[in-house]
């Protein structure tokens, strides 16, 4: 089954308000990792959060850990348009393979 | 430095033969990862390399796929006897050391079989 899984499917706001974009997983974690997809191409490396960190920020991005929850979450704040794009959430197994478990991803629509 | 790199770009090809994609890693990169990703789904992860260990081949989704690394670099998977349901976008990533670190992945290989 899906490790993580992000809600919601899709999400449209307009430019400059925040978006938060939610992602659950199933098993013990070592970290959580959030990636940005432009035009189902490759993706790009956004934050990485270890199993004992809470919250991390990066610019306008702001990412909490619940491990008791088994879940997370991405904060965009100020969005523009430029931000437009799906988002993944990506879980290592801690007693698993040696392999991240990517969900099936929150596309993310900026208005002008 | 360059980052990884995936050829071809876009792959047409007919139902029964058989392709290759190639990824170059990031120089120094010990760990490889291919990953597929059919249309609006997230990443369904193929193989893993991880320096001079055995491969990680559990999520190869039949016989049909293969892949290699030569040289701990340069990768090539290989999909024999393609189906139409084969088409995807085919991605790879290389990390330094292993899954717990950032991976960095290239632009993909559209693959369309007929």
């Known amino acids: 089954s899906q490790q993580g899984e992000e809600d919601p499917q899709a999400l449209s706001i307009q430019e400059g308000e925040n978006a938060t974009m939610n992602c659950s997983y199933k098993t013990s974690i070592n970290n959580l990792q959030w990636y940005r997809q432009n035009s189902g191409r490759g993706l790009v490396h956004l934050i990485l959060i270890r199993s004992n960190e809470r919250e991390k920020h990066s610019g306008r991005l702001r990412v909490t850990l619940d491990t008791s929850k088994k879940s997370s979450s991405l904060l965009i704040t100020a969005s523009r348009a430029a931000d437009t794009a799906s988002y993944f959430c990506?879980?290592?197994?801690?007693?698993?393979?040696?392999?991240?478990?990517f969900g099936q991803g929150t596309r993310l629509t900026i208005n002008p | 430095g360059a980052g990884v790199s995936q050829s071809p770009s876009n792959k047409v090809t007919e139902k029964g033969k058989d392709v290759e994609l190639r990824c170059d890693p990031i120089?120094?990169?010990?760990?490889l990862y291919w990953y597929r990703q059919s249309l609006g789904q997230g990443l369904e992860f193929l193989i893993y390399?991880?320096?001079?260990?055995?491969?990680?081949k559990s999520g190869l989704p039949s016989d049909r796929f293969s892949a290699e690394r030569t040289g701990g670099s340069v990768s090539t998977l290989t999909i024999q006897r393609t189906q139409q349901e084969d088409s995807a976008v085919y991605l790879c990533?290389?990390?330094?050391?292993?899954?717990?670190?950032?991976?960095?992945f290239g632009p993909g290989t559209r693959l369309l079989v007929l």
């Open positions: 390399f991880q320096g001079n260990s055995a491969p990680d």
């Open positions: 990506a879980t290592d197994n801690r007693q698993g393979a040696q392999k991240l478990v």
């Open positions: 120089s120094g990169h010990t760990a």
């Open positions: 990533a290389s990390s330094l050391a292993g899954v717990r670190e950032t991976q960095y």
